[in-house]
């Protein structure tokens, strides 16, 4: 038997927005509130445990910022890389200059509280 990967917790200022944010990007729902301010975030209509896993958005006095040692990817799933691009944009996501260089197939990007996480080039089916 192996394990699956349920949730993801990202600690956070300020938990509604970051849920809003990645509600809108991943097409989540918020799914439950904690008493300490926590919001779990996950696909609509599937429970915990489900085959995508939920994201929890912790709220943290000292969150962390930039480069996390654990990141997410991300990739369109109903239109091209750019014009999901302009999207993530538009939802307040940034621009961020790690070095990549122009020659990528990827776009790295900043969540609104500096979160890095990266736009592939791949279009895969929704589930």
């Keep these: 038997m192996a394990c ?7 600690d956070c200022a300020d938990p509604e927005r970051l849920a809003a944010f990645w509600s809108e990007v991943l097409g989540y729902v918020e799914t439950g509130r904690e008493d300490d301010g926590s919001i779990q975030i996950g696909p609509p ?16 006095s000292d969150p962390r910022r930039g480069k996390l040692p654990l990141h997410i990817d991300v990739n369109p799933t ?4 750019e014009a999901e691009l302009a999207r ?18 990827w776009h790295v990007l ?16 929704p589930l």
């Excluded at 900043?110 to 089916?125: A, K, M, S, V, Y």
């Design 110 to 125: 900043t969540d609104p509280e500096g979160n890095e996480f990266c736009l592939l080039r791949t279009r895969i089916q």
């Design 45 to 60: 209509g599937a429970d915990f445990g489900g085959p995508q896993p939920t994201l929890l958005l912790s709220p943290s």
């Design 88 to 105: 993530l944009l538009a939802l307040g996501a940034e621009h961020a200059d790690i070095g990549q260089g122009d020659s990528v197939s």
């Design 4 to 10: 699956r990967i349920t949730e993801l917790i990202l």
């Design 78 to 81: 109903d239109r091209d890389q």
